[in-house]
């Protein structure tokens, strides 16, 4: 079992502003961070590479949206269960309802670094000692 705070997170973001400064924070949370530009990318890398903790993931994204991406992951081995946070700038009702039916935390752009830590910790499962 992981600790919370060395999470293995994948971001999925295609601004690259916005994905370097969550990676920061991320990075200065404990975690360690794996990146993508695109739902397409993103696929390749869990592909690649072993399944992430948590995966936190923007609506906006070329070639699919994030629901979409969402939905392909849980279909990887070892992903039927990812924790999301999606991190949008959509903040309709709609889209905020949308990814809480999925399972996920839902957070608005612009962000705080704290919420984002914190949505990390509590979408992770519990330690077991």
């Not at 600790?3 to 994905?19: I, S």
């Not at 039916?101 to 990390?120: C, E, H």
């Amino acid at each position: 079992m992981i600790g919370r705070a060395m999470a293995r997170v994948l971001v999925v973001e295609d601004d690259d502003t916005v994905r370097e400064v969550v990676m920061a924070h991320l990075r200065r949370g404990g975690h360690r961070v794996i990146d993508a530009r695109s739902g397409e990318d993103a696929l390749d890398v869990v592909a690649d590479r072993a399944a992430p903790d948590v995966a936190v993931v923007d609506l906006g994204l070329p070639e699919m949206d994030g629901f979409t991406l969402v939905d392909e992951l849980r279909f990887l081995p070892d992903c039927e269960d990812l924790p999301v946070v999606f991190l949008s700038g959509h903040v309709e009702e709609q889209y905020v309802s949308a990814g809480r039916r999925l399972g996920a935390v839902y957070l608005t752009k612009p962000f705080v670094a704290a919420a984002l830590l914190d949505a990390i910790d509590r979408s992770l499962p519990e330690p077991v000692w």
